[in-house]
């Protein structure tokens, strides 16, 4: 499925509070954490973010806490993928198991610039800069991974596991 | 085939006789650990398998400990929730406020990890329980919902790097200094997807405590888990306490390692790490005029027995600087109560500080030590991210209980010998 959108980029080693403060962690619902999302980074992030946008990061995205309620406030803010140089492996984790498409393609992050308007089809990772025209492809998602998300995410996984069992 | 300690507790688990680097496996957990902030999104994504029960009872550990004693309606509500669902499914180990502790100061304490498990948590500082052997690692929401139900969850293997830390630490350098120092070698993605693998004399001579320190802090160079092989100082720990049978495994000699560092640690000194990475570690004798108006001591890096004796040991007969706010919290009902015995708390309370109950409250900017805009505190917690106790424009410094019952006294970043 082709993702198309605007490009917000963030440098390095992006962490779990920047994405969503542990102050709104009292609450688990995803609409009031997209309103924080990215809070003590840039304040205005989720109000100018529209639904399809792409978040662009350096090295080491995610890094930090465990905390879910950060892919869950990217997602719901309603970013539809992120590409990265980097991810920190928990962050990484969490997105394939809450169904928010992530990417690592250093070559991506380093030549499109904020504002471009890109496409990428989260299935292969081929991503287009519509602005400039330039093709990119994102390191292939292993296989195993690829699994959980044809199953619609970890929990219908082992739910499907668990019928097996009975 | 050789193997690293990391690799063997994972075949053990996977039911293999070898596993390498980047193989895929489906491991066995022997614990699952989830908190008050990370237990409500398991529990409700494990309601959606439509099982009745988790796994095994006496296996999964609920703990709240992050936004408790509950700071606001809906942080209770939270709380109650994670009681509820342990209440029903009859969880052997939940802890309640009052016999709560931050959970990998309790976890090992209570002897619910040992040598040789595996142990998953949704809580970063899982990694925490590699000091006595184990493979722990931190996960999310969802992969712990999964391992209710299943009792088993999937890794990746990962490649091992070697830390060696050689010769005799100097005074007041502990556990927490050759880990920032380590990460300030290396990076915040230094030891991405790895498994960080300490040893060497230094490590030989360091106490439980300070390796717990140490492998807590392994998420912080981005590692997948920190591991110290076992030796006499873990059996003199896990005697007695640890509830379950365990297995020291060791690092075959000719084990594969993708990378291999060693440290001088008589050149090492305490360290300080400065805004907004652990990686801006520096000594502190460079870390020239720094004013702070909070000094925090506790956490789950720093909230041990050992930690608390180093800090009254600094502030036994002094005072908290007057525009100081010192606040301690024993990790532990247990820490608390032993701190008592010894007599800790009336030096604390004589300098001017402020004793908690376990919290992990101010570490993550949940409550007990917030810090408003502009200030600056010197924590021995593990991070320093933005705004991570507070306001966006506060500052913390990590360092060890020494170095920051110091500056509490001096109201500056300092070193223990100055206020000797």
Same mark, same amino acid.
């Given at each position: ?166 | ?62 703990? *709240? ?179 379950? *049978? ?83 919290? *024993? ?30 409250? *101010? ?58």
């Amino acid at each position: 499925m082709n993702q198309q959108g605007k490009v917000w980029k963030f440098g390095n080693d992006i962490d779990t509070d920047i994405i969503i403060a542990a102050r709104y962690l009292n609450s688990s619902d995803p609409v009031e954490l997209a309103k924080h999302c990215m809070e003590d980074g840039d304040p205005t992030f989720a109000s100018k973010v529209s639904a399809g946008d792409v978040m662009l990061a350096g090295k080491n995205f995610g890094c930090g806490s465990s905390r879910e309620h950060a892919p869950i406030a990217i997602k719901a803010a309603g970013v539809s993928c992120v590409v990265a140089k980097s991810y920190a492996r928990i962050f990484y984790r969490n997105a394939f198991n809450i169904g928010l498409p992530i990417f690592e393609c250093p070559e991506a992050v380093d030549e499109i610039n904020e504002g471009d308007v890109i496409t990428v089809d989260a299935a292969s990772g081929a991503i287009v800069n519509q602005t400039s025209g330039k093709h990119y492809q994102a390191v292939p998602i292993p296989d195993f991974m690829r699994q959980i998300i044809d199953a619609g995410g970890l929990i219908s996984y082992v739910k499907g596991r668990v019928k097996q069992d009975v | 085939m050789p193997m690293t300690i990391t690799e063997k507790v994972l075949a053990a688990a996977a039911g293999k006789e070898s596993v390498k680097p980047g193989e895929l496996i489906n491991a066995k957990v022997d614990l699952v650990l989830a908190n008050d902030i990370t237990a409500p999104v398991a529990i409700k994504e494990f309601q959606k398998i439509g099982l009745d029960k988790v796994w095994d009872k006496n296996r999964v550990a609920l703990v *709240p400990d992050h936004f408790t004693p509950n700071k606001d309606i809906k942080s209770a509500e939270q709380a109650k929730l994670v009681r509820d669902f342990a209440h029903t499914q009859e969880l052997a180990n939940y802890f309640e406020v009052g016999r709560m502790g931050i959970e990998h100061c309790l976890l090992p304490e209570q002897g619910l990890v040992g040598p040789g498990d595996v142990i998953i948590g949704a809580d970063s500082h899982t990694c925490t329980y590699g000091a006595l052997g184990a493979f722990a690692t931190g996960v999310g929401s969802t992969d712990l919902a999964a391992a209710m139900a299943l009792g088993e969850t999937w890794f990746k293997v990962p490649e091992s790097i070697k830390f060696v830390f050689n010769g005799q630490l100097n005074k007041y350098v502990g556990g927490k200094d050759l880990i920032l120092h380590t990460i300030g070698q290396i990076g915040v993605d230094g030891a991405l997807y790895k498994a960080m693998e300490f040893c060497g004399e230094a490590i030989s001579q360091l106490s439980m405590d300070g390796r717990f320190t140490m492998c807590n802090m392994a998420i912080e160079a981005g590692g997948k888990n920190g591991i110290i092989q076992p030796d006499e100082i873990t059996r003199q720990y896990v005697e007695g306490r640890t509830k379950r *049978p365990y297995t020291f495994y060791t690092s075959d000699p000719d084990a594969q390692y993708s990378k291999v560092y060693e440290f001088d640690v008589n050149k090492i000194e305490p360290q300080v790490a400065f805004p907004h990475l652990p990686e801006n570690a520096r000594p502190v004798s460079q870390a020239g005029h720094v004013d702070i108006d909070q000094a925090v001591i506790g956490s789950c890096t720093n909230g041990r027995m050992e930690d608390l004796r180093l800090a009254a040991e600094i502030l036994k007969g002094k005072k908290v600087h007057q525009q100081v706010r010192l606040i301690v919290i *024993p990790g532990t009902q247990e820490i608390y109560r032993q701190a008592m015995r010894e007599g800790l708390f009336e030096i604390f309370l004589d300098a001017g500080a402020v004793v908690s109950t376990p919290t992990c409250g *101010p570490c993550l900017g949940g409550h007990m030590g917030i810090l408003a805009k502009g200030e600056r505190c010197i924590a021995t917690t593990n991070r320093n991210f933005v705004g991570r106790m507070g306001h966006a424009e506060s500052e913390v410094y990590l360092a060890n209980p020494a170095v920051a019952a110091a500056s509490a006294i001096t109201g500056r970043i300092s070193h223990p010998q100055e206020v000797l």
